[in-house]
């Protein structure tokens, strides 16, 4: 029954008093009008109340302020100490209740007059206290029990009041907000948030907030060391009467979330970059691609595979692959096997089989290449295939263009070069199975160059080509017309009996050139020199059999054009020797081999010396002098004479103006000029820029040219030569007699000497000798005013008959030998003697 009671402990030195109270809160009425059972204790003095204190479980404390100090009421702060849980209630007389107050500061309870101390109202009163203490309990344990929940929440909580300054932040938010409770105290919610996110969090809340609604919002706090934490934010308001009171807020950290999120986004952004890319390349590449499921249905075509397929996209998906790309042998027009079926099958890259044809979904067929591969999953397993193949027909045209261009002859379609080597290899392959003869002519236009010089490369190409097609009428289907190049073609006679076939050909040949061929408005009188040689006789390989017939070919040439030649092999020896010859002219220039030696001409009235001829020595390192006639021609074949005919002139007029520095009483110098310096563009100006620089007077040099030579194109030579009369040289024209110059000609060219050729000269001697030929010439010039020197001349005999003639001057071995230029200066400073 104690058990259950409120232990009341009265402290009180009125033990009467104290008596009474007793009475009166263990008696009925009290315990009806608190609903407690008391057991009451008294004592008299602080000290017993303090002992009583520490040993028994006291609940109420009812204390007489009478046993205070006046001035010290510490003792109620001392009681509570002693006894915390304890309610304690202190008696004062009425008009004292400013004292009782003053307790109440000091840590008592309530307090009550003692005159209110009967059984109502001492029991209500203790019974209030009681109840308020245990509410006060209670609420201490909520607030408890609150700040354990709030502490050991995740999500931040905030309440803010109605100012919106933060009251209380739990430990969630502080770790959110990277501040402690003190910072975060009394400022106001929103300075947490990002300020890049601020107004527009601040402007939500307000909006849902005016509504009464709760917020729930996303955002970004910033912490003061720059950290972002992203939170999610609930808010709602705390209303007391309708009247906000402020605001609780729970914060959730979701940065994490938000991280992954964004990794997320930035992983599609990424696909969707690579997915946008392989699109765009795979429409742009040249190329169709098309991509296949395991089970070969397609699940992709690129624009240029809907193209060639003539299927598109969303037709073509799901179908099987055969379907869409069917594919046959070019050749054997059987369906090709499909390169995506191999590629699953083998799971390796595979190529179709060359000359394949897609077959268009229209029917039509197109040459393709292509290959295909298998497509792996991140397991390496084969989920399908993917099929690149592009259109070859023009890439297979171009190839086959380009075969036949590096076969052919762009001017004439005649097989070139290297088609006839292959062929000639054939033909010599087969005729030695068949014990045939193989021949190979090689046919060179005569004066080709002049023509296309003189009309033009236009009208020089036209007639390449009528003579490739007149070539063709001439030989059979199975010969073979090739063009080696420039002027130069070459036909291939296989499986002949006999060389008499290949000069049967030949006469063909030179047969059906007889008739002028009409080109660009011109008549054109062609002749050819034709070189052939004869496998095996002259040649076992293609290489020495196209050799010997240039060697043959040349010679023709050198048998005066026209012709035909059979490869010898004495040719060959020729050849080799022209080879050499060519070789070392090239270098002779820089090598300082070439001299001139001059030869007097004697005026047979006065018998002195009145002209010299320069004549061209070549010294050579290995082979000693070389003579004139045998490396001149050569020189001209190759082009050489020109630098050479430059360096003659040159040294002759540089020798001219020696003499006359010397003092002497110089002789014109006749210096021999090729055609080919003549024809030449600037050769007129060129001597006159020579005669300027080394200072010769132009009437000192006399300019020498070959009857034969100058009359094979006397038309086109006639302006130089008016050019190099203008100059103010003499002209000479060499070997009078043998060039069959026209009367007309004679008239027109502006010669101002004729030299008799030695061959007539010669012919002075011998029994049957025309001397009247010798005399026709001099009669002839002396009409044309042209002075006559008598060349080659050797005897007495001569000189006495060229003087009867009364021919103007001699030149030869009688009168003075070609000299070096010393001896010459010594024939000039004493004279010669007159015959
Ligand atoms: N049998 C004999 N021969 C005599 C007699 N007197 C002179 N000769 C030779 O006859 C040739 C005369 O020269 P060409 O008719 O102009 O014939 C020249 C000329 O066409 C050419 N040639 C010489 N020098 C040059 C040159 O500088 N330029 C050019 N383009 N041709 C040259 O080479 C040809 C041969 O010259 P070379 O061998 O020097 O031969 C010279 C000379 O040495 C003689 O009494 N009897």
Same mark, same amino acid.
């Given at each position: ?132 203490? +245990? ?57 947490? *948030? ?173 040459? *393709? ?300 110098? +006749? ?165």
């Amino acid at each position: 029954m104690d058990a259950a009671r409120t232990r009341v402990l009265i402290v009180n030195a009125d033990t009467r008093e104290a008596g009474r109270l007793r009475g009166v809160l263990e008696g009925t009425e009290a315990q009806a009008m608190s609903g407690h059972l008391f057991r009451v204790e008294c004592v008299t003095s602080l000290t017993d109340a303090a002992e009583q204190l520490t040993r028994d479980d006291i609940t109420i404390v009812l204390l007489d302020l009478a046993l205070l100090p006046a001035d010290n009421l510490e003792t109620c702060g001392q009681i509570r100490a002693l006894a915390p849980d304890a309610l304690l209630l202190v008696l004062a007389e009425a008009g004292d209740e400013a004292r009782a107050r003053a307790a109440l500061q000091c840590g008592a309870h309530d307090f009550l007059l003692k005159g209110d101390t009967d059984a109502r109202w001492l029991a209500r009163t203790v019974g209030h206290a009681l109840e308020r203490r +245990a509410a006060a309990r209670a609420l201490r344990f909520s607030e408890t029990r609150f700040r354990a929940i709030s502490d050991a929440s995740p999500l931040g909580i905030v309440v803010t009041d109605a100012q919106g300054l933060c009251t209380y932040t739990n430990d969630a938010y502080q770790s959110m907000s990277g501040l402690d409770a003190r910072h975060v105290a009394g400022r106001h919610w929103s300075c947490f *948030i990002h300020p890049d996110d601020r107004a527009r969090v601040q402007l939500e809340v307000a909006a849902v907030l005016q509504s009464a609604k709760t917020f729930s919002g996303e955002m970004r706090l910033l912490q003061r060391d720059g950290e972002v934490v992203w939170a999610r934010m609930h808010a709602a308001w705390m209303t007391d009467d309708g009247a906000p009171q402020g605001c609780v807020q729970t914060v959730e950290d979701i940065t994490d979330r938000k991280k992954a999120e964004n990794a997320l986004l930035q992983a599609e952004e990424a696909l969707f970059d690579e997915r946008e890319r392989a699109q765009v390349t795979l429409n742009s590449i040249g190329d169709a691609v098309i991509a296949t499921d395991s089970q070969g249905r397609v699940s992709y075509l690129n624009q240029v595979a809907e193209s060639m397929t003539g299927w598109s996209a969303p037709e073509a998906l799901c179908r099987p692959l055969s379907e869409i790309f069917a594919v046959i042998d070019g050749t054997s027009r059987v369906v090709a096997t499909n390169p995506a079926e191999r590629a699953i099958a083998e799971n390796r890259r595979v190529g179709l089989a060359m000359d394949c044809l897609l077959v268009r979904r229209d029917g039509v067929e197109l040459p *393709i290449e292509d290959s295909a591969a298998p497509i792996h999953d991140r397991r390496g397993r084969v989920t399908g295939a993917v099929i690149v193949f592009h259109d070859v027909s023009q890439s297979r045209a171009m190839a086959i263009r380009m075969a036949y261009m590096a076969q052919h002859d762009f001017l004439t379609g005649l097989p070139n070069r290297a088609l006839l080597t292959e062929r000639l290899a054939q033909a010599i392959g087969q005729a030695a199975r068949h014990h045939k003869q193989v021949a190979l002519l090689f046919i060179d236009l005569d004066f080709f160059k002049r023509i296309n010089d003189s009309l033009g490369h236009a009208v020089g190409d036209q007639l390449l080509q009528c003579v490739a097609e007149r070539l063709i009428g001439c030989v059979r289907a199975t010969d073979s017309v090739c063009r080696q190049g420039g002027d130069e073609f070459v036909i291939l006679l296989a499986e002949i009996e006999q060389p008499q076939d290949a000069a049967g050909v030949a006469d063909k040949i030179h047969q059906a050139f007889l008739e002028p061929q009409q080109v660009g408005g011109h008549t054109l009188q062609i002749t050819l020199s034709v070189g052939i040689s004869v496998y095996p006789d002259d040649g076992n390989t293609a290489e020495a059999m196209m050799r010997n017939a240039d060697i043959a070919m040349y010679h023709a040439k050198a048998q005066g054009r026209n012709n035909c030649q059979f490869f010898t092999p004495e040719m060959n020896e020729r050849a080799v020797q022209r080879l050499l010859i060519e070789g070392g002219l090239r270098r002779a220039l820089g090598n300082q081999e070439f001299r001139l030696h001059y030869q007097p001409q004697i005026n047979l009235a006065s018998g002195a010396v009145t002209g010299a001829e320069a004549l061209l020595r070549w010294r050579t390192p290995d082979h000693g002098l070389v003579s004139p006639t045998q490396f001149v021609p050569i020189a001209e074949e190759c082009g050489l004479i020109v630098p050479i005919g430059q360096w003659v002139l040159r040294e002759a007029c540089r020798q001219i103006r020696a003499w006359q520095d010397r003092g002497l009483c110089v002789v014109p110098v +006749a210096v021999n000029i090729s055609v080919v310096e003549l024809r030449r563009p600037g050769f007129a100006e060129s001597v006159a820029r020579i005669l300027y620089e080394t200072g010769v007077p132009p009437h000192l040099l006399e300019l020498e040219l070959t009857e034969t030579r100058l009359m094979q194109d006397a038309e086109s030579s006639m302006s130089v030569l008016r050019s190099l009369k203008s100059i103010g040289v003499k002209l000479v024209m060499d070997d009078f007699g043998t060039g069959y110059s026209s009367l007309s000609y004679l008239r027109r060219f502006p010669f101002d000497v004729l030299k008799i050729d030695q061959s007539f000269i010669h012919d002075l001697d011998s029994e049957d000798g025309d001397a009247g030929i010798v005399g026709a010439i001099i009669g002839m010039a002396t009409h044309l005013r042209q002075k006559v020197v008598a060349e080659g001349v050797e005897t007495e005999q001569q000189l006495a008959l060229l003087r009867i003639r009364q021919c103007d001057a001699v030149q030869g071995h009688l009168v003075g030998r070609p000299m070096e230029a010393d001896g010459f200066a010594g024939l000039l400073a004493g004279g010669m003697p007159a015959r």
